[in-house]
């Protein structure tokens, strides 16, 4: 009854303006202007670009838009930065009343950009925020950033009574565009677009009517003591001195391997009791038997509504969706955040979330499970309840009408570029 509840009083994500969108004919020319690309690598582009679920409409870091990703500087980055936080939070101040005086807790989880004084600090002097705000900037902390930051939170409202938080994830793209010819590395320029987004927290009681959603469960798990799981997804520098992230082969194996330790511990929390008494009985008599059935698995919608998944990329997104028995409706939010805003790292689970708010699906008592995956490797999970009817379009408002799309393959990339397959090296 000591223990202090952990509310959302309102999110709001980035959307870049229309002249920084990375469309087919912008790609292209990205792509052919890096003098270090031969045929072969256009062709590996060219079918990772098509297959990638990736839409017309995602933004990219406008250094990367005028054409100087090859010598990028400190104010494009800060500048990048700048307009994804001050952005979403001047719109979260202003459309929650909450005065920036009033935050005492400030959490900022940008990865790839380290300036001094600190973004979180930048934040400060720009609101105005009172000198004994308790401040955390996460350095580092990938994809899965942003439930760390609310875990963090929620952690925080245990002893902090009637307060309020802040949480903003994003990353910084401008910097750390690869210029390189290694596959595994040329991939997150395919997947990772610009996006960020800005929470408020409470803890006050008072405010429970205002609430979006309540925290019910939070769990982290780290696989980081695994030599080929810290591995699997790295900055590196190639050959040639350029930096990007270097994917693995291993880094699916990595992943199931933290979602199914960290669900090993959450499952039992989020789950009614007859829905784990049925799986410990098919699982008993399938083991006595030596038999396998389909039916042994655990039923995670006897549980939970809505399923909220890092859309990380194609493949992970089938990869989940396999390994806890969702289908196509359930993933429909996570494929169309893919679509339509790309991987913009911590911050994608908050697309995803603003989907299902825009498409009207979350109504009052329904559960939310929220999957993330970072490098480290980790996976942080978290369920949420839905405090009331929501259907605020937010991000989605212009264009949540022509959402789902039937297919999410990029074929006007592949009708302008089918050449490229019919070159020879």
Partial sequence: MRSQSCYIVAYECYKAPDDMKLDTETCGELILRNKNLGIEQYKFLLQAMVKAGIGEETYGPRNVIMGTEESPNFTDALSEIDDIVFGTLDNLFAKTGVSPS??????????????????????????????????????????????????????????????????????????????????????????????????????????????????????????????????????????????????????????????????????????????????????????????????????????????????????????????????????????????????????????????MEAKKRLKKGDRILMISLGAGFKCNNCVWQVMKNLEDANVWEDCIAKYPVKCTANTSFLEKYSWINESSS
């Fill in 102 to 355: 009033e935050i005492d807790v400030l959490v900022v989880t940008i990865s790839m950009i380290t300036s001094a004084p600190s973004i979180p600090a930048r934040i400060i002097n720009r609101y105005k925020m009172r000198g004994d705000i308790k401040v955390f900037n996460l350095s580092g902390m990938g994809c899965s950033a942003s439930v760390i930051a609310v875990d963090l939170v929620n952690h925080i409202f245990q002893t902090y009574k009637n307060s309020y938080a802040v949480v903003v994830s994003s990353e910084s793209l401008s910097p750390n565009w690869y210029r390189g010819i290694e596959r595994s590395m040329m991939l997150p320029n395919i997947l990772f677009r610009l996006g960020g987004c800005s929470l408020l927290l409470t803890n006050k009681s008072s405010l429970k009517h205002r609430a979006i959603l309540k925290l019910n469960h939070s769990v982290r798990t780290h696989v980081g003591s695994n030599d080929e799981a810290f591995g699997s997804c790295t900055r590196i520098e190639d050959e040639q001195g350029n930096c990007g992230f270097f994917l693995t082969k291993s880094l699916p194996k990595a992943a199931a391997k933290a979602v199914a330790m960290n669900l090993r511990v959450l499952v039992p929390k989020m789950l009614p009791l007859r829905e784990l008494i049925r799986y410990s009985i098919v699982s008993y008599w399938r083991n006595k038997s030596k038999t396998s059935t389909s039916e042994s698995g655990l039923n995670l919608k006897s549980g939970i509504e809505h399923f909220c998944i890092h859309p990380g990329g194609r493949a992970v997104i089938d990869g989940m969706g396999r390994s806890l028995g969702l289908n196509e409706y359930d993933l429909e939010p996570t494929r169309m955040a893919l679509h339509r805003f790309g991987n913009t790292s911590a911050a994608g689970l908050w697309y995803v979330l603003s989907y």
